[in-house]
Every structure is written in C-alpha cells, then in structure tokens.
C-alpha cells in the first residue's frame, strides 16, 4: 500500500516535502516513482529512485529543484520540492514497480497512491 501526503497550496518560490508511505513490502524490493497530472494534461514521471537507491532520475524541467530520497528504516519515499513554480501545479503520484530498472514512464508501474493535491500560486 502506498500513501501520499505533503500536498498543499504554497507561493511561487515556495517547498514542499512529499512523503510516501510504504506499507506490506520492503523498499529494497522495489523501483519507486513519483508522477504528476495537472488537470487536462496526462500524467508524467516527475522522478524515480533504484531499488539500492544508488540511482535516480528526474525529469529535466525539475532537476536542480526536485530530489527523490527514500528512507528504508522509516519505509518511506519522499519528494523534495524547492523553487516551486505554478507549472508544477497537479496530483502527486507515488507509484512502484519491481522491475530491474529505473524509469519515469508511468505504464511501467504496478502499484499506485491515491495522489496528493500541490497547488503552486503565482
């Protein structure tokens, strides 16, 4: 079971920390993602961290302002979000898969959150 919180309406220029909380499985088992949807667009990978958490990977329009972390003693996968800008305006999506490998692209994922509201007002 994956669930989001963290959302929130901030100002632009503002953070956020979104957590994923994991429960019935190990975090070293699998692949985790977060994704995004604002209304009227389709969903998109935002970021994604390796099983080891040796790796990750971010979308280019949130690098430098966006850092996937996971905390395996507290089971949780979070979001860091700093220098928000209104585009980045949608529902976060904490997502997993068990896959060998790392990956933004949200059909390769099995598991989905409910998703948390982030509001960035200009």
């Known amino acids: 079971q994956l669930v989001e919180s963290g959302g929130g309406l901030v100002q632009h220029g503002g953070s956020l920390r979104l957590s994923c909380a994991v429960s019935g499985v190990d975090l070293d088992d699998y692949v985790f993602g977060w994704f995004r949807q604002a209304p009227g667009k389709e969903r998109e990978g935002v970021a994604c961290i390796s099983k080891s958490g040796a790796t990750t990977e971010h979308r280019e329009s949130v690098r430098g302002r966006f850092t996937i972390i996971k905390d395996v003693a507290k089971n949780t996968v979070y979001l860091q979000m700093n220098s928000l800008k209104p585009e980045d305006t949608g529902v976060y999506y904490c997502?997993?898969?068990?896959?060998?490998?790392?990956?933004?692209?949200?059909?390769?994922?099995?598991?989905w959150g409910q998703g948390t509201q982030v509001t960035v007002s200009s």
């Open positions: 997502a997993a898969h068990g896959k060998g490998f790392v990956t933004i692209i949200p059909s390769e994922y099995d598991y």
